[in-house]
């Protein structure tokens, strides 16, 4: 087959489509012990504070940890957590389910506040929890479940944590950078994302942004050489360096993302486009026939979870392979209550785009012979 002049549109929870500018940023070699790229590190770790409405002057800092953005949350628990520590998780999905894996794996004592995909974790449950069990240290949440796209509200949530003087530690991958997160009023210790998300770069690492003093945990602490956030840091400290190799075409491709996001006007500029990108999908798919899964109260300008037709001639493989032959990637779902696929809303997409999937949808649908209004 012959290439295309331009790559299919990714409509998922990431990694997303990046701008050609982005891409172009990795056309170099970096040195990894050069002056001259940890210069360009030690100036990323402080933009993404600076996103964070953080100062080091303050105490606070950025770890940038190779990997996938599950390196970063596992990270925080292997690295951050005491030896005798216990963690509440607060899980509506996946993302909230991951973290209960990693405490299993990591052997950390810990308890689970479930609620179920379509309602977001309870501030009021989490006060009775946190009362009746004084060996809960740590309480961690997820910001956007990426696996419906509903928000949690972590500042709530947060307040409470802070009441009972315990850690919080905040999965914000899917969030950071596309809506505003106050660390004062929601009392955030540990917050995580990655490059790939809304900041618009690829993927490589995740990024961790906390205290020094926490960062930096007692010696004997970390249960992981690889993950250790304080090492970390301070190989950060001592020379700009990771440890190990650093993830050197996604840094510098990040660096490009973070100008382009100033450049949208950060925060409020790049989560005004997200949210005209989900009200335009929303209602063109509504028009077309299709049904959203969440309540719109918590539902995020993030992803959007849609029921499948009611159709014994719809399978989400064939409609997923007709929309990608248009040029447009979808995201299946990943929930237990309903049968649904995403579409997200981030990344290098305009409401334009938008537009475009909506009306490639109704094409694959026809071609499926499949009526979706009478
Ligand atoms: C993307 C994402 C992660 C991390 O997933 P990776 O595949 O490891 O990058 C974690 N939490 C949430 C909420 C996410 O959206």
């Not at 689970?112 to 309870?122: A, G, H, K, Y």
């Amino acid at each position: 087959m012959l290439p295309t002049s331009k790559d299919q549109l990714l409509f998922t929870p990431g990694p997303l489509t990046t701008s050609l500018s982005v891409k172009k940023a990795m056309l170099h070699d970096a040195g990894s012990w050069h002056w001259e790229f940890n210069n360009r590190v030690t100036a990323i770790r402080q933009r993404v504070l600076a996103i964070a409405g953080l100062r080091q002057e303050d105490g606070w800092e950025t770890v940038l940890l190779q990997g996938s953005g599950t390196f970063g949350v596992e990270s925080v628990f292997s690295s951050c957590v005491p030896r005798t520590g216990k963690v509440a998780v607060l899980s509506n999905g996946a993302y909230g389910e991951r973290m209960v894996l990693m405490l299993q794996a990591l052997g950390i004592d810990h308890v689970v506040l479930r609620t179920i995909e379509d309602t977001p974790s309870d501030p009021v449950t989490l006060d009775q929890l946190l009362t009746a069990d004084a060996a809960i240290t740590h309480v961690a949440a997820v910001h956007c479940e990426t696996t419906t796209g509903i928000l949690n509200d972590i500042t709530a949530l947060g307040q409470v944590v802070r009441r009972h003087r315990r850690s919080y530690i905040v999965d914000a991958m899917s969030s950071f950078a596309a809506y505003p997160i106050d660390f004062a009023a929601a009392g955030i210790d540990f917050l995580i994302s990655s490059a790939n998300k809304c900041l618009e770069g690829v993927p490589g690492f995740s990024f961790v942004i906390g205290r020094r003093s926490l960062l930096v945990a007692p010696e004997g602490t970390a249960r992981s050489l690889s993950l250790d956030l304080g090492a970390q840091l301070k190989g950060f400290e001592k020379n700009g360096q990771f440890r190990y190799t650093p993830p050197t075409h996604s840094v510098l491709a990040f660096e490009q993302a973070l100008n382009e996001f100033d450049a949208e006007g950060g925060v409020a500029g790049r989560s005004e486009r997200y949210r005209t990108n989900h009200a335009t999908l929303l209602a063109g798919m509504r028009n077309i026939g299709f049904e959203s899964y969440l309540p719109a109260a918590v539902q995020s300008h993030i992803i959007t979870s849609f029921r499948f037709p009611k159709n014994p001639a719809f399978t989400f493989d064939a409609f997923y392979r007709r929309v990608a032959n248009k040029g447009f990637i979808l995201y299946p779902g990943k929930i237990s209550q309903a049968d649904t696929f995403r579409i997200g809303n981030i990344g290098r997409l305009f409401p334009n785009d938008m537009r475009q999937v909506v009306y490639a949808i109704g094409e694959a649908i026809d071609e499926m012979g499949i009526k979706l209004r009478p």
